[in-house]
């Protein structure tokens, strides 16, 4: 028998909201964060690792798990779950903010977008349709709607078109999702920084009628203040009794306000990518393990934190690997910094519990304040 998806709210402290998505693969704890495993791998980390920080579900990447190894040879080998050791549930975008990345490579019709691949110039063509039957044979447990993002800023009139059209194209994911229990269907909020927009957005999917709610075309430029401007009313125009998925979102204090505002998901590459770049975040805001200060000092990147970064090696010795270009070096500070993101949403979903997250939000920044601890 298949197991239902469905979404729980379990208790809010003013807009802040902490609940459960269940899913036949598991049940992912919001406020969430996803783990970006962009080409079927959490970079620098294996599965198990991940799934050890936390995580409750993963993001994969339709644009370039489409191009290689392709959707097709996935499917063949058993769906994405398997092929990369994931039992989790996995969320995958729709290709629509990858493909936007591209600009002169692509081209942009009501139909959709036909485009030249980064990796070999070879011409693809990626649609609504084409991202849900992508998505299916990846076997997806949350799938993304197709859609189209304007990078910021943007004139109100380009602003407008890009989200009807997104609206438009909406509607034709869900005809081509069909009938799938077990599997959720999100559609996506467009709109820019305008108020306006953004109702006429979510009427739209409303009308339609979607599992979940992303906030799209944020984080592409904008800066943290007009984003937090937008997230003082994007959340609201949303259902309130299905999951709310910002997208793309961020470093610990946009996540943060994104929480206060009422989101509930969240993914974003920067843990993984700055552990690969010699850069580890903390309590106390973000260490860079390069600098030569770290040469002699015995202690952990962060006293406190249980991860195995800091429970078995010295800032002396992740400065020696990262100096050195060693693998251990991507590989012990993405885990600490994964393990730190998760740390950060199970006091955040802890807090909203016990109704005290404003006291939170100001320990949080209080602490980010004061910033890392003096060398020895």
């Not at 934190?305 to 500070?333: D, K, W």
Request: charged residues 25%.
């Amino acid at each position: 028998m298949t197991v239902s998806s469905s979404f729980a709210l379990h208790a809010t402290d003013g807009s802040a909201r902490t609940g459960a998505i269940t899913t036949p693969r598991g049940t992912i704890r919001t406020p969430a964060f996803m783990p970006v495993g962009t080409a079927a791998t959490v970079k620098a980390m294996m599965p198990e690792s991940v799934a050890a920080t936390g995580a409750d579900i993963l993001l994969g990447n339709t644009y370039h798990l489409m191009l290689r190894p392709t959707a097709e040879r996935i499917d063949r080998l058993g769906g994405l779950h398997r092929f990369m050791n994931w039992d989790k549930p996995i969320l995958t975008d729709s290709g629509g903010f990858q493909v936007m990345s591209l600009a002169d490579l692509r081209k942009l019709t009501e139909k959709g977008v036909t485009f030249k691949s980064h990796i070999d110039g070879s011409k693809h063509e990626l649609t609504p349709e084409r991202s849900m039957e992508i998505q299916r044979l990846l076997g997806s447990d949350i799938v993304m709607c197709f859609d189209e993002c304007p990078a910021l800023p943007a004139n109100r009139d380009r602003i407008a078109e890009s989200m009807r059209l997104s609206m438009r194209w909406a509607e034709r994911s869900k005809d081509a999702f069909g009938d799938r229990p077990g599997h959720m269907l999100f559609g996506i909020q467009q709109g820019g920084l305008e108020q306006d927009f953004r109702e006429e957005s979510a009427e739209a999917l409303k009308a339609v009628g979607f599992d979940g709610y992303a906030i799209g075309g944020l984080a592409v430029g904008e800066g943290q203040e007009a984003m937090f401007g937008c997230l003082d009313f994007a959340p609201s125009q949303l259902p309130e009794d299905r999951p709310r998925y910002l997208m793309g979102v961020g470093k610990p204090d946009d996540i943060v306000g994104a929480v206060k505002r009422g989101v509930d998901m969240m993914d974003c590459v920067l843990p993984s990518r700055s552990g690969r770049t010699g850069q580890a975040w903390t309590r106390r805001g973000q260490v860079n393990i390069k600098n030569a200060r770290h040469q002699d000092d015995p202690r952990p990147l962060d006293e406190d934190c249980t991860c195995p970064a800091c429970r078995n090696y010295s800032r002396a010795y992740l400065h020696h690997v990262f100096r050195a270009q060693e693998m251990i070096s991507g590989m012990l500070l993405t885990w600490h910094n994964l393990h730190y993101y998760q740390e950060l949403m199970q006091g955040m979903r802890d807090a909203i519990t016990e109704g005290r997250f404003a006291t939170f939000e100001v320990q949080f920044h209080a602490q980010r304040a004061e910033g890392d601890i003096e060398p020895l």
